[in-house]
Structures are given as C-alpha cells and as structure tokens.
C-alpha cells in the first residue's frame, strides 16, 4: 500500500482528482471551507474561521477533502482530554453536489488513516441523522461520553492545559447550543406557517421524548 504524505493511503483515490490534506497546510483555502460549512450548519464567519484556524499538526485537526483545488469535504479531529488513545470527529461533511457517490466514505477512510497512523485506536462521534451511514462504515452505537471521567482528567491537568480544553469544550458546547437553538426556530417558524398540525402523539411517547437526547453517540475501534 503506497502511504501519502499524511499517512493516508493513496490508493483510497487512485485515479481520481481528490486528495486529503490538513487544511492548516493549504490556509489560502479557508474561506472555501468557511463558506462549505456554512452551506449545512450557519455559523458567523468570524466564529468559524476562528474555529477553522486553530487546525494544527497536533490535534484538533481540519482536514478536508478537495477535488483539485476545490474544498468538497471537511472532519475536523480533536482529542478526547479524558481517554487515553481516542479522538472525537465532528463537522464532517461532503458538499451537496458531491454526495452519494461514496465521497464521504472515502474521506472517513482517509481521516481513519491519518489517526491511526498518530497513535489514536478509537473514534467517536454524535450524529442526529447519519447513524446509516456510519455503520456502513463499521461504527456502531457506544455510551455518551463520561463527564466524571473528564472531571477528574480536568482536575490533574496544571492550568494552561486546563485552560485550552475548557475553551476546546466550550467551543463544543456553543456549536451544539446554536444548532439546537437554530432547530428550534425553525420548528416555530414551521408551527406559524398556516400548515395544519400533525395529530398529537400519546402522551407516553411525548414524554419519553422531552427526555431523549437527539444525538446518537457512536464509535470505531481502529485495527
Ligand atoms: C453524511 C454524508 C457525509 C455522507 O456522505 P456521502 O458522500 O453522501 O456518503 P457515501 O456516498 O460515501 O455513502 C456511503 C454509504 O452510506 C450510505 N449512506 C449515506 N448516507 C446515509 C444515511 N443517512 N443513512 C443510511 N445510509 C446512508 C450510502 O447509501 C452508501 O451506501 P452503499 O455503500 O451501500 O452505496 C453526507 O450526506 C453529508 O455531508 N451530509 C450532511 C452533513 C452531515 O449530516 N454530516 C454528518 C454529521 S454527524
């Protein structure tokens, strides 16, 4: 198997135009990647290049996937402060125009690769409505994350680290938070738009649900 500079095999896109990079190495791209992102989950641009600019060659990591000079997908890696050996993905994407052509197969490939080859054996993700295809590609459903866990790492760790993965995780919480609120909207602007409402569910059901989290936590041992 040819390995890329990146350790990321090349064979994954023989013959075709694509290529897998850091985008720290290409920063002329960043504005494409902004605007890619932006097309699925809006965003300021000012807070997501913020967020795009802090791609380094050790974690968190942007990588994106291009179509010659064409930014067409994007996952950005970070590591889990406190399990040993894990990264977390979030972000990823494949343009609209570009999927269902097993574009994002190839480019989980390629971020599975680029981690394995950096030590990490396990990725986990949270997804609302991709479950499918991500046990297409061999991850399957695990626990949420640990908070006592990440407490106690939190409480061994001296004060500048301290302070990089509390700003990592409120950079988590406020993605999440906006996409939520986001949600929100639009299920209001939904509820005033003249349509008739759906019947009510049973009650049981309606209950079970404000409990539920939307998300489902998902993971892959590396080999
Ligand atoms: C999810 C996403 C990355 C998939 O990319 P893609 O390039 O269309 O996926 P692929 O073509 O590589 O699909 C690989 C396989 O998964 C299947 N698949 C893709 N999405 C699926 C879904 N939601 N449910 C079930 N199967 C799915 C495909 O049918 C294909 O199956 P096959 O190998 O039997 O043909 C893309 O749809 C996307 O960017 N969505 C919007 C952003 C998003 O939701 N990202 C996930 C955040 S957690």
Request: aromatic share 6%.
């Amino acid at each position: 198997m040819s390995i890329g500079n990146y350790g990321i095999s090349r064979e994954i896109m023989k013959d075709t135009p694509y290529n897998i990079i850091p985008l720290h190495h290409r920063p002329e791209l960043m504005n494409q990647c902004c605007k890619l992102l932006n097309s699925e989950w809006r965003r300021s641009e000012k807070a997501r290049l913020i967020s795009l600019s802090s791609s380094c060659d050790k974690f968190p990591t942007s990588l994106v996937l291009l179509d010659n000079d064409k930014v067409i997908g994007h996952c950005k890696i970070s590591l889990i402060p406190s399990i040993d050996d894990c990264c977390v993905i979030e972000s990823f994407m494949i343009s609209r125009d570009n999927r269902s052509q097993g574009l994002g197969s190839i480019l989980l490939r390629g971020v599975e690769q680029y981690v394995a080859k950096r030590g990490i054996k396990q990725i986990l993700l949270t997804t609302r409505d991709q479950e499918g295809f991500y046990r297409k590609n061999g991850y399957s459903i695990s626990e949420p994350l640990n908070l006592y866990k990440l407490m106690d790492y939190m409480n061994s760790i001296n004060e500048s680290d301290k302070e990089k993965q509390i700003n990592l995780i409120k950079n988590i919480i406020i993605e999440k938070t906006n996409e939520r609120r986001k949600e929100l909207k639009t299920q209001q602007n939904n509820a005033f738009s003249g349509a008739p409402p759906p019947p009510p569910l049973p009650n049981l059901i309606e209950k079970k649900r404000q409990y539920e989290s939307p998300y489902t936590y998902m993971c892959k041992k590396l080999s």
